[in-house]
């Protein structure tokens, strides 16, 4: 795992500095601790911060081949390696590593752009081909390693792992995309390719951007490969249950290979308990598990964890957190360098703080809500599909959508209750409704919360559109696959993946995510969604296949997430703070806001009336955000220890 950075002239052979690249790779300096090292020649500049997992010794990058024509910096690992080397090596390919990095180097070598095909993990890599003036950037299958790049005004084409590698460089113009402020303020996050800065963009999950010197005005990112949910799978269940249990433990096999000490993250869910259980089933010596606990047992999964660790006997760390643990605002802003308004970055940032303290890789488990149908929006989705499909939209919308206009806002009910919401909702069709239920803040109220100046400059454009845009690849007419589907291409990618990858780098730890094997991902987008929804209940098959190696509590009770508090916080000891951050004068005079609404948003939830901690906590990222983007660039500093348990 590391921190990737590059300068390429698309036009000629410019001469790049070591200070600049230098510079610009080291403000990205805790994703790789343990060595750093830059290429300079005419028109190009690499650099590469490396935390060391496997092949210690000769894995140090840039990487080159033999005779220094090909070469490489590469943030994440390939699972296959092995087998690819052996394919290499039988091919005529020469290694001087153990690495996965120069497996790599030879696929490219070997079979071109086609290598992507051939690569199991978790990746984001620069690759140059000096004999084809080529620059060659890719990013793996389902987004959990980013990739940030934009043109600069001197033609120079700027890379690297995270925005601030971008931001670093004095040439870099910060303009903020309005475009990017609906969707945060829609999603939580803005999703790819777009970035916050209009000149910036992510490459998206499963592309990659071919740049030839000379012809790189033209380039465009382009995909290399998707999920297609089919659904017509004719096994049964006792079958899927075993087959899903051999394929999760090819999956957490692969990602057991390392170097350095090992570990998984254990919050008493069904997922990272059952990565787990398969961990132990695999390993002669004890498991490495760390937990988070929390002080409000409401947000507490311990107990849940200590039954897993319990029977597997692994080697448990379990650390409580204070429910007023929101001192991490502004670090958060520095680590994300875009609004991010998912509150539990908090427990994950300390999650993984607390396991870097004793291993170097963990392995989650990230992903298999969004395969295998586990949230409940999508039970509540498919209910609301049922109801549509039997009026026509000409009778619903305007039913529906007179009695979500009458019926009074809930915010104080639990979701499921809050019938104004599911009535409007039921108005719409399929891709906007779940647009709706899945939005931070609804049409309606973003346009409450925006200025009329800034609205304008939006030219009609709303958050709504990113869904249109998957729902038209999506190719399924299946309720649930298509929500799925959108939740791979937004949610999984944008939120999950980008939370982990940051709070996770922030302490030079590995996270490694078994359920979103590309394989198995195609593999479960086979299944009928019968096997992944039934009577109620999500994630029926996973729940199925693992009741011989988990406790029934831990397979069945209700979903409880990894949250925080938010409400009582902004109710009490971060009520100053939010006060202080909605209503600065950075705010204020962004132009992006009715200072009205801000006001109200904030009197009415001091006072008790409503509850508005998910729009107020939104605001006071996007403030810390506004803050952090006026201060020069600098190395995220965080309180991690490098110390871990002997392996």
Same mark, same amino acid.
């Given at each position: ?26 403000? #990205? ?63 005529? /390919? ?59 005004? *001197? ?68 995909? /290399? ?45 069904? *997922? ?34 200590? #039954? ?66 586990? /949230?409940?929006? /999508? ?49 719409? *069709? ?86 979103? *094997? ?130």
């Amino acid at each position: 795992m590391c921190g990737i950075s590059g300068l390429f002239d698309t036009q000629g052979a410019r001469a790049y500095s070591r200070e600049l690249i230098s510079r610009i790779n080291n403000v #990205q300096a805790h994703r790789g601790p343990d060595e750093d090292d830059v290429h300079l020649e005419p028109g190009l500049a690499l650099g590469h911060r490396r935390l060391s997992v496997i092949d210690l010794a000769t894995g140090k990058q840039p990487l080159f081949n033999e005779n220094g024509s090909v070469g490489i910096v590469f943030n994440g690992e390939i699972y296959n390696y092995r087998a690819l080397m052996a394919e290499l090596k039988a091919l005529g /390919y020469h290694f001087k590593t153990r690495s996965d990095t120069e497996v790599i180097v030879h696929a490219w070598q070997a079979w071109g752009a086609a290598c992507l095909h051939r690569l199991r993990g978790m990746f984001a890599f620069a690759l140059w081909d000096r004999n084809q003036q080529t620059l060659f950037l890719a990013r793996d299958r389902m987004g959990v390693k980013p990739m940030h790049y934009a043109w600069l005004p *001197d033609g120079s084409f700027i890379f690297g792992s995270e925005l601030k590698v971008l931001t670093a460089h004095p040439g870099f113009v910060r303009d903020i995309d309005p475009l990017a402020v609906e969707d945060y303020f829609s999603f939580g996050y803005v999703p790819d390719p777009r970035c916050i800065y209009r000149h910036a963009h992510k490459l998206a999950a499963a592309h990659s951007l071919t740049l030839r010197r000379g012809d790189a005005a033209q380039a465009q990112p382009v995909p /290399y490969w998707d999920v297609h949910f089919s659904n017509d799978n004719p096994i049964g269940l006792a079958d899927a249950q075993a087959e899903l249990r051999e394929r999760v433990k090819e999956s957490v096999r692969l990602r057991m290979i390392a170097d350095v000490p090992l570990g998984a993250f254990l919050s008493g869910g069904v *997922d990272s308990s059952a990565v787990v259980a398969t961990m132990a089933g695999l390993s002669d010596r004890p498991v490495h598990t760390c937990a988070i606990g929390f002080d409000d047992p409401r947000f507490n999964e311990s107990a849940f964890a200590q #039954q897993v660790a319990d029977r597997y006997h692994t080697d448990h760390q379990l650390e409580v957190v204070s429910s007023d643990d929101f001192d991490l605002i502004d670090t958060l802003a520095r680590l994300y360098d875009e609004p991010f308004a998912d509150s539990s970055a908090i427990p994950t940032f300390r999650v993984c703080q607390m396991a870097r303290k004793h291993v170097t890789v963990a392995l989650s488990g990230d992903g298999g809500d969004e395969s295998l149908g586990g /949230y409940r929006r /999508y039970r509540m989705h498919q209910g609301e599909e049922a109801v549509r499909n039997c009026l026509p939209q000409g009778l619903r919308r305007p039913l529906f959508g007179a009695l979500g206009q009458m019926y009074p806002k809930a915010d104080w009910a639990p979701r499921p209750l809050r019938a104004k919401t599911t009535l409007q909702a039921l108005a719409m *069709d399929s891709v906007q409704a779940y647009h709706h239920s899945m939005s931070h803040l609804r049409a309606d109220q973003r346009q409450a919360l925006f200025s009329s100046a800034f609205q304008r400059s939006l030219g009609g454009y709303s958050a709504l559109d990113v869904f249109r845009h998957h729902a038209r690849q999506a190719q399924t007419d299946d309720p649930l696959a298509l929500i799925q589907y959108l939740d791979y291409k937004t949610w999984l990618v944008g939120d999950i993946n980008t939370k982990v990858d940051r709070a996770s780098m922030a302490h030079s730890l590995e996270v490694r995510e078994p359920l979103m *094997d590309h394989p198995l991902v195609e593999w479960l987008a086979t299944l009928p969604s019968d096997l992944k929804i039934r009577d109620g209940e999500g994630k029926y098959v996973l729940k199925k296949a693992f009741e011989p190696l988990l406790p029934h509590d831990v397979l069945y009770r209700p979903k409880m997430g990894f949250s925080v508090p938010l409400a009582s916080w902004l109710r009490g000891p971060l009520a100053p703070r939010m006060q202080e951050s909605v209503l600065s004068p950075r705010m204020l005079a962004s132009g992006y806001f009715n200072a009205g609404t801000l006001q109200t948003l904030v009197n009415q939830h001091l006072g008790g009336h409503h509850d508005h901690s998910t729009a107020l906590w939104m605001l006071i990222m996007f403030d810390a955000f506004l803050r952090q983007a006026q201060e020069p660039v600098r190395a995220v500093v965080t309180t991690a220890t490098t110390e871990v348990a002997p392996a």
